[in-house]
């Protein structure tokens, strides 16, 4: 197996301008780097968050109609500040808060329908 030097979650989105602003508001920074309309990445502790729009020829492949097995985990501080940040930000979670071995979590969803677990460690 080669070394590996970088790993990071990639997520295709229809407008990245559009998830940029949500990612942008969500996470409290800028991408770095970002090319509108095409990529923006995100630089988080232990994590890359890359957003990038398909090329046309790939769309279908990233065109499913559920969020699939995929999430974007977020451990935060206080679970329910940050509820109230999804919902300022339009995209209140639509269920309640779930117990599970490791603490407390609920689910979200991005402006794409890509799953988000923000949980907290009890």
Do not use: K
Not at 17 to 41: I, T
Not at 43 to 58: I, K, M, N, V
């Amino acid at each position: 197996m080669p070394s590996i030097q970088l790993a990071f979650l990639a997520l295709a989105v229809h407008d990245v301008d559009w998830a940029v602003g949500f990612y942008q508001g969500l996470l409290g920074q800028s991408p770095q780097p970002y090319q509108p309309g095409r990529y923006g990445e995100f630089h988080l502790p232990g994590l890359r968050l890359a957003l990038f729009r398909p090329q046309d020829s790939q769309v279908a492949e990233f065109n499913a109609s559920t969020s699939g097995s995929m999430s974007l985990c977020l451990e935060v501080a206080d679970l329910e500040s940050a509820i109230a940040h999804l919902t300022r930000l339009g995209y209140p979670p639509p269920g309640a808060i779930l117990t599970a071995s490791h603490g407390r979590e609920i689910y979200a969803y991005d402006p794409d329908g890509n799953r988000l677990i923000l949980h907290v460690t009890e």
